[in-house]
């Protein structure tokens, strides 16, 4: 095989693992935002529950303050009931002792209700709390994950750069400009297989006579459809004669 197309092989090899090391290690930090977020939920969840456990306890004081200084009212009004003089003031006074009382029955009704709804929210903050414990044990875990999968990746990465590094030099100066140039307008990918009378990249047929001087792989030759550098991989008797 020509020294020129066997480098370039290995250096497409190289550049397509490193783009893909590279795509993966970029994507670490969007995967720890994620994770981020999913804490973020869940801790929002128990400050919610915690928020509405304080509102039924500040509701509660409230009510408790009214039915004290309802209950004040209501003695005030049964030692004044001591001192009425009159059939009509009585009856006044009796009136507002039962509109006093009422209220009483209703704030304790709504004391009660508060009560109930308290156990409630006990239970919800205690579930959210638990949810949470759970999901920062996982998070921690699925973080120490990404962070062993970035240091393996960055330590495989560093490997094959270095190894770009040294095969580039072994490559004629022409035979790379070419290989840059193609890679830049091909996404990458400068070289491509010849299989079968196709370019397999872009599965467009050869020239016959192309083809047969592709599979010499003694020369630069480009696909005249995706000019892709182009390589023929021989068949190996193993592989033509499967047991």
Request: aromatic share 2%.
């Amino acid at each position: 095989m020509h020294p020129d197309l066997q480098h370039l092989i290995h250096l497409q090899e190289l550049d397509l693992a490193i783009d893909r090391l590279r795509r993966r290690v970029d994507e670490i930090p969007a995967a720890q935002q994620a994770l981020d977020a999913r804490l973020a939920g869940h801790t929002a969840a128990v400050e919610t529950a915690k928020q509405r456990v304080a509102a039924n306890q500040q509701a509660r004081r409230d009510i408790d303050k009214q039915l004290a200084e309802m209950n004040a009212r209501l003695s005030k009004f049964k030692n004044q009931l001591m001192e009425v003089k009159t059939n009509k003031e009585y009856q006044a006074m009796q009136k507002e002792m039962g509109h006093a009382q009422e209220e009483i029955g209703t704030h304790e009704t709504h004391m009660l209700e508060r009560m109930e709804e308290s156990d409630g929210l006990a239970a919800e903050l205690k579930t959210a709390e638990a949810a949470l414990k759970a999901e920062q044990a996982a998070v921690a875990a699925e973080r120490s994950k990404l962070d062993a999968e970035r240091a393996t990746d960055q330590k495989e990465l560093d490997r094959l750069t270095a190894e770009r590094t040294a095969v580039v030099p072994q490559v004629t100066p022409d035979a790379m400009r070419l290989f840059e140039r193609v890679a830049h307008g091909r996404k990458g990918v400068a070289v491509a297989e010849a299989k079968d009378g196709l370019c397999v990249v872009c599965h467009v047929r050869l020239r016959p006579q192309v083809f047969n001087e592709v599979r010499r792989n003694d020369q630069l030759i480009q696909c005249d459809s995706c000019t892709r550098i182009l390589y023929f991989v021989p068949v190996t008797p193993a592989a033509a004669n499967p047991s």
